[in-house]
Nanobody
Framework: GVQLVESGGGSVQPGGSLRLSCATS????????WTWARQAPGKDFEWLAT???????YYADSVKGRFAISRDNAKNTLYLQLNSLKTEDTGMYYC?????????RGQGTQVIVSS
């Protein structure tokens, strides 16, 4: 079967940074686009960023310039570098197969931004 395991979340102060990882298995990882999405408490699922198989990256306006998506095809792993974190970035972060928020996703990793 397929599996996605997110890690790297935690609690940080505003302005801090985190690096999220998503280890995958069971996919032809290098051929797929991959997406990060999040769900904040009481809010809808929000698309954050997608990286396609050519390494082209696309970002939501809310995270552009602060977050960076990347991939390591040799390790079948997706990453999301979170910089200049804001309190509104608090939420559960998920990696998702494909180019939008509707694919297969993992259990998520929690990010809490608080002073």
């Amino acid at each position: 079967g397929v599996q996605l395991v997110e890690s790297g979340g935690g609690s940080v102060q505003p302005g801090g940074s985190l690096r999220l990882s998503c280890a995958t298995s069971g996919f032809t990882f290098r051929l797929l686009a991959w997406t990060w999405a999040r769900q904040a408490p009481g809010k809808d699922f929000e698309w954050l960023a997608t990286i396609d198989s050519d390494d082209d990256a696309y970002y939501a306006d809310s995270v552009k310039g602060r977050f960076a998506i990347s991939r390591d095809n040799a390790k079948n792993t997706l990453y999301l570098q979170l910089n200049s974190l804001k309190t509104e970035d608090t939420g559960m972060y998920y990696c998702v197969s494909g180019s939008n928020s509707n694919g297969v996703r993992g259990q998520g990793t929690q990010v809490i931004v608080s002073s």
